[in-house]
């Protein structure tokens, strides 16, 4: 059977979920930041539940979430994925002001447009005064900040 919303080439897109989140962790351990994953932090306005975000530390204090997003095969504008990365801008603006917040994408092109590029045009509006969001060229093994 053929899932049309499966990541052409791979297992599972869980399983490229991780492998992203992987790349991630030694991008930042090579830069010297040690970050764990699966790490939590509470959010939240008023009530707070915690909330387990890709990678972070303490110390020094950083929250990162990860997506290996692609732009769709037919071209269209990806809302499902835009939801997503919405989503993630608000967990970011309940999470404790103290943490360094990053948006950590894979770099994906099309027309020369990279699907950060987008969001950040599309959504830019909602990006918090404290987030930064960085793409990941998985084939060079860099990264680099975007906003």
Same mark, same amino acid.
């Given at each position: 059977? @053929? ?7 791979? @297992?599972?897109?869980?399983? $490229? ?15 010297? @930041? ?29 929250? $990162? ?61 909602? @990006?918090?005064?404290? $987030? ?16």
């Amino acid at each position: 059977m @053929i899932n049309n919303f499966q990541r052409a080439g791979s @297992i599972s897109n869980t399983h $490229v979920g991780r492998e992203f989140e992987e790349a991630a962790r030694l991008f930042f351990a090579k830069t010297g @930041i040690s970050l764990g994953r699966g790490f939590s932090a509470p959010v939240g306005f008023k009530v707070k539940k915690v909330h387990k975000f890709d990678l972070g530390s303490e110390n020094p204090p950083i929250l $990162v979430e990860c997506k290996s997003y692609t732009w769709t095969s037919g071209g269209n504008s990806p809302s499902a994925k835009i939801r997503g990365l919405n989503e993630v801008m608000l967990l970011f603006s309940v999470a404790p002001n103290q943490y360094r917040k990053i948006l950590f994408v894979l770099k994906h092109l099309r027309k020369n447009v990279t699907l950060a590029n987008h969001f950040i045009k599309t959504q830019g509006h909602l @990006i918090g005064p404290n $987030v930064e969001i960085w793409e990941f060229d998985p084939e060079k093994m860099e990264g680099a900040r975007v906003f």
